[in-house]
Structure formats: C-alpha cells, structure tokens
C-alpha cells in the first residue's frame, strides 16, 4: 500500500509564503513522478508543479517565479514553496504520485494526498 502525506497548508496574507510538503510511503520501488495539484471551489482540478525522477520539472504559467518544487532530504519527499501568494491561490493543494511500481507487484499506478488547504485572505 502507498500513501502521501501532505502538510504544510495554512491561512496566509497576500504576499506571504508558506511550504507544503508531501512525502510518500510504503511499499514503494520507483515513482516516476511526483508533484502537486490545486483545485479552488468551483474550478477543475489544475497542475501546479512536479518533477519527474531525473529532474526535469514543470511549473504551471500562473506559479512560475512565484512557487519553487524541489525534492526533500528524505526519499520520495517534495517541498513546494510558495512566496508572493495571491487570492487566486486559494485552493485545495493535492500532492500526486505518478508511475508508482510497488516493491509487492502489479503495474504502475497513480497516487493522491488527502489534500491541504491554502487560503489566501487579509
């Protein structure tokens, strides 16, 4: 079995930052991917950041300059630090798994957080 584990969501001014971090566990041999999602109330589900296991990342146009993905001391961990927020980007944030191939078999798969909340208001 696979879980990520996000934290890191909070209350915060425009302008200000916050980290989430989403650490993935269990039964894991590889993860091609890993990054994260965000969906505001009313709106689809949209990519944020990930990067893929040699390192290439990929930045939405609304985050670039503003939001930096990079992986964790620990294995399998991605930090997103966010600086500059904006009330647009109030969501829910979703840590994704992409291309997990599990040390107890079966093909590769997808995972998802639980989610955590980002809300930005004065």
Do not use: H
């Not at 040390?103 to 995972?111: L, P």
């Amino acid at each position: 079995q696979v879980q990520l584990v996000e934290s890191g969501g909070d209350l915060v001014q425009p302008g200000g930052s916050l980290r989430l971090s989403c650490a993935a566990s269990g039964s894991i041999f590889s993860i091609n991917a890993m990054g994260w999602y965000r969906q505001a109330p009313g709106k689809q589900r949209e990519l944020v950041a990930t990067i893929t296991s040699n390192g290439r990342i990929n930045y939405s146009e609304s985050v670039k300059g503003r939001f930096t993905l990079f992986r964790g001391n620990a294995k399998n961990t991605v930090l997103l630090q966010m600086n500059n927020l904006q009330r647009e980007d109030t969501a829910v944030y979703y840590c994704n798994a992409q291309g997990v191939l599990s040390t107890s078999g079966g093909g590769r798969r997808a995972y998802w957080g639980p989610g955590t909340q980002v809300t930005v208001s004065s």
